[in-house]
Nanobody, 119 residues
Framework: QVQVVESGGGLVQPGGSLRLSCVASGFIFSDYAMSWYRQAPGKERELVAQITGADVTTYTGSVKGRFTISRDNAKNTAYLQMNSLKPEDTAVYSC?????????????WGRGTQVTVSS
């Protein structure tokens, strides 16, 4: 049974930090790119950061220099380290695992974790 489970969200003051975790099971983790998305009220879901199986990372411009995505394949876990948080970072953050190859594919989502940045 495939599971993707986020944790680490919460309430933090502007300028603070949080680390989100995404624990996956039920598939070969190292074959999948891991991504963090977020969706704020009234806004579309956006891709925040992605790390491929080859450890290539990408970020949306608004978080570059503040957020870092990483993965630990031995723990089947992806992380999002968020520093210098701003109120506009407030959103539900969801973890996604996506793998595509010849003859197979997978696309799995967690249920999300709330991040609220407020003083």
């Amino acid at each position: 049974q495939v599971q993707v489970v986020e944790s680490g969200g919460g309430l933090v003051q502007p300028g603070g930090s949080l680390r989100l975790s995404c624990v996956a099971s039920g598939f070969i983790f190292s074959d999948y790119a891991m991504s963090w998305y977020r969706q704020a009220p009234g806004k579309e879901r956006e891709l925040v950061a992605q790390i491929t199986g080859a450890d290539v990372t990408t970020y949306t411009g608004s978080v570059k220099g503040r957020f870092t995505i990483s993965r630990d394949n031995a723990k089947n876990t992806a992380y999002l380290q968020m520093n210098s948080l701003k109120p506009e970072d407030t959103a539900v953050y969801s973890c996604n695992a996506r793998g595509v190859g010849w003859g197979w594919s997978g696309d799995y989502w967690g249920r999300g974790t709330q991040v609220t940045v407020s003083s």
